[in-house]
């Protein structure tokens, strides 16, 4: 036996012995185990990435499409309205007319309205976007429901919400307050 | 290897008498081919556990320890794969780590030796240690990785060549 044969022996034996006097520990039961590992380490790991990815993009595409179809409380959006609204308004001015303030303003009293029902809806609105709803307005947060309701406070019809139809409290911890004239 | 021992092939208890008479083995030639002792362990099961799903096919006409030498040194090298995958990962989990204790693993990681035994090729150091820390004889080698005989003399003598180059002797 060469010297680098018995010191491989020695060196293995000296390394290896005091592990192997370990404890066995209880066998694996067969699972997915290793199947799980691969999937989700090395050149795995990056295919999954990549499906979730592609899993969030197609979410968040959805959600934009019915957004855009249903209309949408995002600030842009609702940029992008009001600017449409102020050509409109602008292309229905009679000759001699001047001032599409009525006109704008009534279409944003319908934002403020829609965007009081849903924050009250989360629970988090103040309730200045229309002062006569007897709804749940409690929330204590700082919701911008009374974006656009000070046209409502001058006596301008309420319109009715279009983004949430349904402008009662939705948990019913509230129910309306019927006020009628007394006698 | 231990003759002496008989298993019936689809046998639960005698798969698991297997299982306590040569798990240390197993992961003591493990110990050598992979980077290090938790991951020897992990393939020690997953040798395990590749048997077992073979158990009930295994003809007893060949010494049991070589078949589980051959899947072990089968998944080693599939370990070794997908190492490089792996290592820029076990770096940044290895960072602000505190200094290790005298653990036979750490030990066992530390030995310059074993060291240049992880960077032979898999199989020329499965039968360095099949050789020298097993003490098989050349021809148990052969059956155990299914090659012949004077291959093993061939691997060995590489292997020895090279780590006599590795650590300068």
């Given amino acids: 036996m060469s010297d680098i044969e018995r010191e491989l022996e020695e060196e293995l034996h000296r390394v290896l012995d005091p592990i192997a006097a370990r404890p066995i520990p209880r066998r694996r039961a067969l699972s997915g185990h290793r199947s799980l590992k691969t999937v989700l380490g090395g050149a795995g790991a990056a295919l999954t990435i990549k499906v979730l990815t592609g899993v969030a993009v197609a979410a968040a595409a959805v959600t934009v499409a019915g957004a855009a179809t249903t209309g949408s409380l995002n600030p842009v959006v609702w940029g992008q309205q009001v600017t449409q609204q102020v050509s409109s308004c602008k292309s229905k001015l009679a000759a001699g007319d001047h001032g599409i303030g009525d006109c704008v303003s009534q279409f944003a009293s319908q934002h403020g309205a829609a965007v009081a029902s849903a924050a009250r809806h989360h629970g988090n609105g103040n309730g200045s976007g229309n002062p006569t709803d007897n709804g749940g307005s409690n929330g204590t947060g700082n919701g911008n429901a009374n974006g656009h309701g000070k046209d409502q406070r001058r006596g301008q019809p309420t319109a009715a919400p279009t983004v949430d139809p349904e402008a009662t409290d939705p948990v019913q911890g509230h129910p309306p307050v019927r006020v009628s004239p007394g006698p | ?169």
């Fill in chain 2, 1 to 169: 290897m231990d003759e002496t021992e008989r298993y019936e092939p689809g046998s639960e208890a005698d798969f698991e008498r297997l299982y306590r008479n040569t798990y240390r083995r197993i992961l003591g030639t493990l110990i050598t081919l992979v980077r290090d002792v938790p991951t020897a362990e992990d393939c020690a099961q997953e040798t395990f556990e590749r048997a077992y799903r073979n158990w009930s096919t295994w003809r007893p006409d060949a010494p049991v320890e070589a078949w589980l030498h051959r899947i072990a040194i089968n998944v080693a090298i599939s370990d070794r794969r997908h190492q490089r995958i792996r290592q820029a990962g076990e770096v940044i989990r290895r960072l602000g780590r505190p200094d290790p204790g005298p653990d036979p693993a750490v030990v066992a990681e530390r030995s310059d030796l074993v060291r240049a035994v992880k960077k032979l090729p898999t199989k020329q150091a499965a039968a360095l240690v099949l050789r020298h820390y097993h003490g098989y004889t050349n021809r148990e080698i052969a059956a155990a990785l299914g090659v012949p005989e004077q291959t093993v003399a061939s691997r060995l003598a590489a292997a020895r060549k090279q780590l006599q180059a590795v650590l300068g002797r």
